[in-house]
Each structure stands twice: as structure tokens, then as C-alpha cells.
């Protein structure tokens, strides 16, 4: 039996529709939601990724802002820049694309990031609040693989939840979303013994790991939900295409419900990034914000 296909892209194109509204209501305010991209460096894939969200924020009427460095910029002078986007009345949203530079301090750019700016949700101080089940932003890509449990009916209370990845970005914030849903949940790491013994005992499983086809059939369960985060790209002798973390063709016969990559957890990313930012304008209309960018 084949597994139905749980649809990031669609579900991503409503909720993008839905938000039209939400802009709509604050730019009657005169608001506008707005967003800084910082982006260090070169790295092809980054410079993808920092595009695709500039370009969402333009088609869902978001204010954006990319600033772009080269690598061996100081660390001192994003600092500075940081410092002068948490008092910009026009900026509601500010995220740092990583992974950053080696001579950068990841830890001491994330915290100069103000905790009411971080859509990303990296700041300690928001991932502290997610910890303490309530979250003022939560990260991304978990907050949208949660998002996509929610619109397909699948409510992880009392299932069996295993993670794996156990990343500041992913594992750790999307074992935390599972836990306060009510799920028994198992974080798997690279030093996991018997990794498959864990996988296939999960009725929610998510793998964020890194690895083409990682995740074998044998691993999972059956009637399982396989969630794949995993965005690789295949060598040029495989057909150079994109790939998850879960042997898709082969897991599909086993599990009830997976996501696909691409299509899948991808475009959900960048729609709660949107999310996020018009979450953090709304919030600081509500304290009487300002009226730039209208
Ligand atoms: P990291 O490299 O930070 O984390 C990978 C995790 O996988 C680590 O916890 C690591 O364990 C674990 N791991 C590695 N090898 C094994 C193994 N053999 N067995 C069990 N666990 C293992 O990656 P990220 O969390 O940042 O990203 C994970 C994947 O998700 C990547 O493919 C990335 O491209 C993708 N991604 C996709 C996004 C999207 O929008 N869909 C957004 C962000 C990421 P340990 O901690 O012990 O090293």
C-alpha cells in the first residue's frame, strides 16, 4: 500500500493566502510588517535560501531588507548593524543566515538579535520560553512540520514521537513542539545505539539528519507518519537533484502518511518565517508601533 502524500506546497499556499488578510488589517493601521536578512558570505546554498525568503516577503507585501557581507567581515561590525536593526521602528523581523563564517561567535550573533525580533527563534531567551511550553517565536522549520501535522488531522497526544537530530534549529526545538503536543518523544543523535530500534517503535517520525536516504523502509513502523526535513543534494552521477533524509520511494509502501522532498517540509520553512514577522508587526501594532513602510 502506498502512503498518502502530506503537501507542504499546498498547505504553504494557503496559509500564505490566509496572511494576505492579516497584512491587509495592519496596513489599515498603517503598518507594515518588515524583515532583515543578514547574509555573510558565499555560500551558494544560503544565497538560495536568503532569496527565496526576500522574494516571499515581496509576494506576501512584507517590508524586506538583505543586507549582504562578504566572509571576512568583522564580527564587530554585524554586531553594530544588529544593533541598529532592534531599534529600527520599520524592521519587526531580523534573521542571521547560517551557518556563519568560522571566525564568528554563532552564539553572540544570535543573542544580539533583540528576543521580540527573533522570527527565527534562536535567541536563548526564546528558546527558553519554547522549553517552558510557552514559546513567544518558534522556530521554522519545526513550527511548520507541526503545522502540517495540524491540517492533515494528526494530533500527537499520547503517540509515540521519535526525533532524529537533536540540532539548536530542528531536533531539539521539534522534540520540545511534540513534547508540549502531548507526545512521548525520543530524540536519536548520531551516538544513538540501535538507532532502528527507536524508529521503529514511532508513530510520528521526523528525520533531521542530513543524509540521503538515511531513513530505510525497515526503520519504520507500519501506518507510521514520516515527516522528512532533510534537504540534500544528490552528486552529479545521481542526477545532481535534491533528496531527503528518508529512502521516500521505499518508505512510502510502510508508512500511512510522508512528506515529500521537495514539496514537503521545504516551502512550510519560509511560510512560518512569514508567519513570524507579521506575528511580531501585529504584536507591536497592538503596543501602538509605528507607521514607516506603509
Ligand atoms: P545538523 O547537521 O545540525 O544536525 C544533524 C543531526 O543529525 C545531528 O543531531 C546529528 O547527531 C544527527 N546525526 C548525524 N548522523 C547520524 C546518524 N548516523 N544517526 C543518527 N543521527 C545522526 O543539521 P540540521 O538539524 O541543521 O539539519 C538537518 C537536515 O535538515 C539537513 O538536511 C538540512 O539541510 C535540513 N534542513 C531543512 C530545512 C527545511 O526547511 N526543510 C531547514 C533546516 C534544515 P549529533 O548531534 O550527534 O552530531
Redesign the pocket.
Known sequence: MSARLIDGKTLAEELRTAFKARVAALAARGQRPGLAVILIGEDPASQVYVRNKVNACEAAGLFSQKLVYPVDVAQAEVLAKLAELNADPAIHGILVQLPLPRHFDEKAVLEAIAPAKDVDGFHAENAGALAQGAPRFIPC?PYGVMKMLEANGIDPAGREAVV????N???KPMALLLINAGATVTV?????RD?AAHTRRADILVA????PR?VTADMVKPGAVVID????RLPPEEGGKLCG?VDFNAVKDVAALITPVPGG??PM?ITMLLANTIEAAEREAGRGGDKRHA
Open positions: 522549520t532524529i537530530g537533536r540540532s534549529i530542528v531536533g536519536c543523535h548520531s551516538r544513538t538507532l533531521a539528519v542530513g543524509k538515511f526535513v532533510g534537504i540534500n533524509d517540509v521545504g520553512t
